[in-house]
């Protein structure tokens, strides 16, 4: 496709982009109509919204317009499933330069439906804006079917936390990405383009989870919200979090203890959820601290000392 987004027009880029969805068994009524229509069996309706903003959460530099669509639907889809909740549906607002090439929206688009396929998702409907910067904001949907929605505030002493996913992979391929280098590929690849253990979600509700949250600003910062929504102490056990070796050799190499990655590192999009002390986990599910009772503050600790550092992303505190 050759010219920019001006030249093709606002309906002609509308034409372009949904020319290349596909649909799901629960979208009733897709793109086309004033709004979409989706199935909602279960009677309530898990939604979330995320806003990807250029050369704050993604760089084209470093990014193919295709990871950027992956990326954004990907964190949002998590949202979803850590409530318990199978996706459904994906909304898209853009906002794109009229001197962008077209290639790039469409290309974007692409990334957006095939993360979606991957969750079993569809994307229904959206917007499009001229405008400076290019801003990607997304509603995801989701289905509970029937189960009730795993919230942050049910955690409860005595509970065990587990994890299944990525940790700190995102983390190191940015700090890979940030010195100039692309390689190890699987970590670069890692912050392009999440890949959250979405079928998780819903089987940790099924499970008995008692509170549950993806890891898209770090590990110790989303368990913070878990321990300030249930009013516990929550504590983890460094020998217990997975560090593989190449993080090692990556973190020895720009000197920084990959540990710091695997707490505080977002957007891998691993689900984190707490469970009674007697739920026998699946294989993919790891361990890696306890909830008790706290006479203070709520508060996450790191082999029973507080973590020192920032515990993860703050989007006002950094740059």
Not at 25 to 44: M, T
Not at 181 to 207: K, Q
Request: aromatic share 6%; hydrophobic share 45%; proline share 6%.
């Amino acid at each position: 496709m050759r010219g920019t987004v001006g030249e093709l027009g606002e309906f002609g880029l509308i034409r372009e982009l949904t020319s290349r969805l596909t649909t799901t068994e629960a979208v009733r009524l897709g793109p086309g109509d004033d709004a979409a229509v989706v199935a909602a069996p279960d009677r309530r309706v898990v939604a979330s919204t995320d806003v990807l903003l250029e050369g704050r959460h993604f760089r084209r530099d470093w990014s193919t317009a295709y990871d950027v669509g992956r990326k954004a639907a990907a964190q949002n889809l998590a949202d979803i499933a850590a409530m318990g909740a199978v996706p459904t549906a994906l909304l898209l607002g853009l906002v794109v330069p009229a001197s962008l090439a077209a290639t790039w929206p469409v290309e974007l688009m692409d990334g957006i439906r095939d993360e979606c396929q991957v969750a079993g998702a569809a994307v229904v409907g959206g917007d499009v804006v001229g405008g400076d910067a290019i801003t990607v904001a997304i509603t995801a949907l989701g289905d509970l079917g029937g189960r009730e929605a795993v919230t942050r505030s049910g955690a409860r002493p005595g509970d065990v936390v587990a994890v299944t996913g990525w940790l700190g992979w995102s983390a190191a391929g940015y700090a890979v990405l940030s010195r100039g280098f692309r390689s190890p590929r699987a970590f670069v690849e890692a912050h392009r383009r999440p890949e959250p253990p979405y079928h998780a979600g819903p089987a940790a509700a099924d499970l008995g989870a008692t509170a549950m949250t993806d890891v898209s600003d770090g590990l110790v910062a989303d368990l913070g919200h878990i321990a300030a929504a249930s009013g516990v102490h929550i504590d983890l056990r460094s020998a217990d979090v997975d560090v593989p070796a190449q993080m090692h050799d990556i973190g020895q190499a720009v000197g920084v203890d990959p540990l710091h990655w695997v707490l505080t590192g977002g957007e891998d999009h691993a689900i984190v959820a707490t469970f009674p002390p007697d739920t026998k986990l699946p294989a993919r599910w790891r361990v890696i601290g306890a909830v008790s009772p706290t006479s203070g503050p709520p508060l996450v600790t790191v082999d029973g000392a507080p973590w020192d550092e920032a515990g993860g992303w703050d989007h006002f505190t950094h740059g």
